[in-house]
């Protein structure tokens, strides 16, 4: 599924009188998300599930072509956790 389609699903589902303003919609909801995890919050959103952000430490590697050993910096991952509502739905 394209953001297109997800868009047409907002209009649709919330009787939002055109695309450009379900686009206004999803724009602002996923600039919420992203703000969020960028200051390092945790978002949950219930029954659907929860964001969060995850240190990874600094750990040394391997390069697949030539064997040598690499450093790899810590960074920053974003996990998801599903909810309840979400897990039983795809199933």
Do not use: C, H, Y
């Amino acid at each position: 599924m394209a953001k297109t389609d997800i868009i047409a699903k907002i209009q649709a589902n919330a009787g939002i009188a055109t695309k450009a303003e379900a686009g206004k919609v999803l724009d602002a909801v996923l600039a919420a998300i992203q703000e969020t995890l960028a200051a390092g919050d945790a978002l949950t959103l219930t029954g659907f599930g929860a964001f969060k952000v995850s240190e990874r430490a600094a750990r040394t590697g391997r390069d697949p072509r030539t064997g040598k050993a690499i450093d790899i910096p810590a960074s920053k991952a974003v996990r998801f956790t599903p909810g309840k509502s979400l897990k039983d739905a795809v199933k």
